[in-house]
């Protein structure tokens, strides 16, 4: 089967089948090409490839067999038209700004973004003379009010860290359409199982595969999803000159993370849903962050935007620092980590990690209180998971 007929398969199917292209030896599970170079019939055909004349392996800086099968399964996965893998999620948010901006650019970015990507915007592209601006995720209007004639693109990831605040995806591609800007979406959070922003507008999808992709906490790895013009033209060269590369051994990785993403993105909702209904019920919880909640904001534009609501809940304890801390300090199973998307529940109090190098007053303008908690909900029994936090509740 040629890769192009995975389009008319369902996502799960495409997850399993899609991307392998099987070799003489019969393989049935896709082999690791673990080659830095590949070979040329002569010296005619080294020159044809290099000059892009005809197609084919040069070296895995830029294409290799495994990272391949990757790209296409996760392009057909996001309704995109290619993918490039990259070295980790940052690496893939830097190549889009490397190939995107040049000095004199402006880019407007929400203000809960990755740590990183803010540190990205503001510490480096500024070297370069691209500002940034940040705006209030969910402030349709504050986006508009914030683009200017030098705008580039609009960056943000829905739904959001910690808070799970969700933006309207279609609005925002309309706005920057309008205004002749591109509209990139961090879709770590909710992976294709859940939302599509490319069906939504969004003109680039980036990322961070070592989330729920891998879904193990095994590798760090990420992604650009784009339009074949789009890729060519900004990314692509910038990946071949850039060389921020996947490995073939972390792509075979990301490849069966893939094969079980759609069910185990199911299983993470079902429970982080039913932990948030049950955070509710607990006196000492001051309030609960969940989309799939009727008390959240967001509710309705989560319901119309996502095909369930997510595996992250964050919720807030009436007795403020002290009582995270103690929360997080009495478990004995759930994992104290920053990182999320793993079949293993991970806990995290966000205002003294994650987000402790914003200062007080940024901190309070994001909405990261002292009491705030945030759970990755894994896929451990659900009543061991809340037989741990009742500990310290
Ligand atoms: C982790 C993360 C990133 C960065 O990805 P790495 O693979 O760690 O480089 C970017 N965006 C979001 C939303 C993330 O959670």
Same mark, same amino acid.
């Given at each position: 089967?040629?890769?192009?007929?995975?389009?008319?398969? *369902?996502?799960?199917?495409?997850?399993?089948? $899609?991307?392998?292209?099987?070799?003489?030896?019969?393989?049935?599970?896709?082999?690791?090409?673990?080659?830095?170079?590949?070979?040329?019939?002569?010296?005619?055909?080294?020159?044809?490839?290099?000059?892009?004349?005809?197609?084919?392996?040069?070296?895995?800086?830029?294409?290799?067999?495994?990272?391949? #099968?990757?790209?296409?399964?996760?392009?057909?996965?996001?309704?995109?038209?290619?993918?490039? $893998?990259?070295? *980790?999620?940052?690496?893939?948010?830097? #190549?889009?700004?490397?190939?995107?901006?040049?000095?004199?650019?402006?880019?407007?970015?929400?203000?809960?973004?990755?740590?990183?990507?803010?540190?990205?915007?503001?510490?480096?592209?500024?070297?370069?003379?691209?500002?940034?601006?940040?705006?209030?995720?969910?402030?349709? #209007?504050?986006?508009?009010?914030?683009?200017?004639?030098?705008?580039?693109?609009?960056?943000?990831?829905?739904?959001?860290?910690?808070?799970?605040?969700?933006?309207?995806?279609?609005?925002?591609?309309?706005?920057?359409?309008?205004?002749?800007?591109?509209?990139?979406?961090?879709?770590?959070?909710?992976?294709? $199982? /859940?939302?599509?922003?490319?069906?939504?507008?969004?003109?680039?999808?980036?990322?961070?595969?070592?989330?729920?992709?891998?879904?193990?906490?095994?590798?760090?790895?990420?992604?650009?999803? =784009?339009?074949?013009?789009?890729?060519?033209?900004?990314?692509?060269?910038?990946?071949?000159?850039?060389?921020?590369?996947?490995?073939?051994?972390?792509?075979?990785?990301?490849?069966?993370?893939?094969?079980?993403?759609?069910?185990?993105?199911?299983?993470?909702?079902?429970?982080?849903?039913?932990?948030?209904?049950?955070?509710?019920?607990?006196?000492?919880? =001051?309030?609960?962050?969940?989309?799939?909640?009727?008390?959240?904001?967001?509710?309705? /534009?989560?319901?119309?935007?996502?095909?369930?609501?997510?595996?992250?809940?964050?919720?807030?304890?009436? %007795?403020?620092?002290?009582? =995270?801390?103690?929360?997080?300090?009495?478990?004995?199973?759930?994992?104290?980590?920053?990182?999320?998307?793993?079949?293993?529940?991970?806990?995290?109090?966000?205002?003294?990690?994650?987000?402790?190098?914003?200062?007080?007053?940024?901190?309070?303008?994001?909405?990261?209180?002292?009491?705030?908690?945030?759970?990755?909900?894994?896929?451990?029994?659900?009543?061991?998971?809340?037989?741990?936090?009742?500990? %310290? /509740?």
């Amino acid at each position: 089967m040629t890769d192009t007929d995975w389009n008319d398969y *369902s996502l799960e199917t495409q997850a399993i089948r $899609a991307g392998h292209r099987r070799t003489h030896e019969d393989e049935h599970s896709i082999p690791i090409f673990a080659t830095s170079s590949y070979v040329f019939k002569s010296a005619e055909e080294a020159s044809l490839r290099f000059t892009g004349k005809i197609a084919g392996n040069i070296y895995s800086r830029f294409t290799n067999p495994t990272v391949d #099968a990757f790209q296409q399964r996760l392009a057909l996965m996001e309704k995109g038209e290619r993918c490039l $893998a990259f070295a *980790s999620g940052m690496a893939a948010i830097m #190549a889009v700004g490397m190939g995107l901006l040049k000095a004199g650019d402006h880019v407007v970015c929400s203000r809960g973004v990755f740590g990183n990507t803010v540190i990205l915007f503001t510490n480096y592209f500024s070297k370069f003379g691209v500002e940034t601006d940040f705006v209030d995720l969910i402030d349709t #209007a504050a986006w508009e009010a914030a683009i200017k004639p030098n705008t580039r693109f609009l960056f943000l990831e829905t739904p959001s860290n910690p808070l799970v605040e969700i933006a309207d995806i279609q609005a925002l591609a309309d706005i920057a359409h309008a205004h002749e800007c591109l509209l990139i979406v961090d879709n770590c959070f909710c992976t294709p $199982a /859940l939302q599509k922003p490319l069906e939504l507008g969004a003109d680039i999808v980036v990322h961070s595969a070592t989330k729920y992709i891998d879904g193990q906490g095994r590798c760090v790895g990420g992604a650009v999803v =784009a339009s074949e013009e789009i890729i060519e033209k900004f990314i692509y060269p910038y990946l071949r000159t850039g060389g921020a590369t996947m490995s073939p051994f972390n792509a075979w990785v990301f490849l069966s993370g893939l094969e079980t993403l759609a069910i185990r993105m199911k299983a993470h909702c079902d429970s982080a849903f039913e932990l948030a209904q049950w955070l509710e019920q607990q006196p000492s919880v =001051a309030k609960v962050h969940y989309a799939g909640l009727p008390s959240h904001a967001q509710h309705e /534009l989560a319901k119309r935007q996502q095909s369930h609501f997510g595996g992250i809940v964050s919720f807030e304890l009436t %007795g403020g620092k002290d009582a =995270a801390w103690r929360l997080i300090d009495a478990t004995r199973m759930i994992s104290i980590t920053a990182n999320l998307g793993d079949v293993k529940t991970t806990i995290t109090h966000p205002a003294t990690t994650t987000h402790g190098r914003l200062t007080p007053e940024l901190r309070a303008k994001a909405g990261i209180k002292d009491g705030l908690v945030r759970i990755s909900v894994g896929l451990e029994n659900l009543d061991d998971i809340k037989n741990d936090l009742l500990r %310290g /509740l």
